[in-house]
């Protein structure tokens, strides 16, 4: 479905961003339904399936969001801060509407998604401890890494925002975003379409993590509307980089070695200092020593910028 966004005004004067813990776990969940659909997430998915074994309530959880293409929108509230915390948004999760929760969950056919459909008022404890469990067990070890990468997209949307304007911003969102006449246009080759009404509050920009590949937007929110977009970098998120030589770390210190193992397959900066801990100018001063000595070659790759050690650091290496 194509979707309309109508940005003017006061809808444009509230866009902002935010980091839903909530949401990263249910699209967690979708992953491991559909690893198909989210194969950069494989790595993550080997080690998380396990951990959940024991997680009783999952079932009614996984009723819930594993059909392709449609969560109920109770489950994903829009953040009311940058980034709430996760008990904060599962206090908004149970809070939600009986009516609500019915109606969201009304096209759901399974026999459990039913069974919460006719009963939300007993459903909504179950899945609110199924998010919570689920967010300890597999995402709260990550959690750190994750808002490193999500913080550091954040910083790149703000600098694009001010150095282009909103134009700039959205523009570079994603493929299936366009900016247009003061509206914002989601998935702008798929039909019908359906105008989404922010109603005065504006929109969250979500950078996500598990959404990858796929852009996101709320159809019908009660006020503010969200737009959930892939992070930049998500693809290094998982990567297990080489460790570097002991003696090369010795020679061009710990950070500049760490980055050089990780470049043996092109890295933006941003997925660089995700992954490593540090902040984008510190990574950028970095390659900028390892390019002069020519350890690194840098090339764009469309809008993005890609690093690759080149074979000197590679003879280095070994």
């Known amino acids: 479905m194509r979707i309309r966004i109508q940005l003017a005004g006061a809808e444009l004067a509230r866009v902002r961003f935010a980091i839903s813990p909530v949401y990263e776990t249910v ?12 194969a950069v997430h494989l790595p993550w998915a080997r080690w998380a399936r396990p951990r959940l074994a024991t997680v009783d309530t999952l079932p009614l959880l996984q009723a819930l ?23 904060d948004e599962l206090r908004t999760v149970r809070a939600t509407r009986l009516a609500d929760a019915r109606d969201e969950t009304a096209r759901l056919t399974s026999r459990l998604a039913r069974q919460f459909h006719d009963d939300p008022r007993a459903g909504l404890p179950l899945v609110v401890d199924a998010l919570r469990r689920c967010y300890d067990l597999v995402i709260a070890p990550h959690w750190d890494r994750m808002v490193r990468l999500l913080d550091a997209d954040i910083a790149f949307r703000a600098r694009a ?62 006020t503010v509307g969200t737009l959930r977009y892939p992070a930049r970098g998500v693809a290094t998120l998982w990567e297990a980089a080489e460790p570097a030589p002991e003696a090369l770390a010795n020679l061009i210190g710990r950070t500049r070695a760490a980055i050089l193992a990780r470049l043996g397959t092109p890295q933006t900066t941003g997925g660089l200092a995700a992954g490593l801990g540090v902040t984008a100018g510190a990574v950028s001063q970095h390659l900028a020593v390892l390019k002069d000595a020519g350890l690194v070659a840098t090339h764009r790759d469309g809008r993005t910028t890609l690093h690759l050690r080149t074979d000197r650091a590679q003879a280095l290496m070994a």
Request: aromatic share 8%; with cysteine.
């Open 27 to 38: 699209m967690a969940l979708a992953a491991l339904a559909r690893p198909g659909v989210h």
């Open 65 to 87: 969001v594993s059909r392709d293409g449609f969560k109920p929108g109770f489950l994903m509230p829009a953040p009311a801060a940058r980034m709430p915390d996760m008990t």
């Open 161 to 222: 925002l001010a150095a282009g304007g909103f134009e700039s911003l959205f523009t570079d969102l994603h493929d299936d975003v366009v900016w247009a006449d003061s509206e914002l246009i989601v998935h702008p080759r798929q039909s019908p379409s359906a105008t989404v009404n922010v109603r005065g509050h504006g929109l969250v920009l979500c950078p996500s993590v598990f959404c990858w590949p796929r852009v996101t937007a709320s159809t019908n929110p009660p």
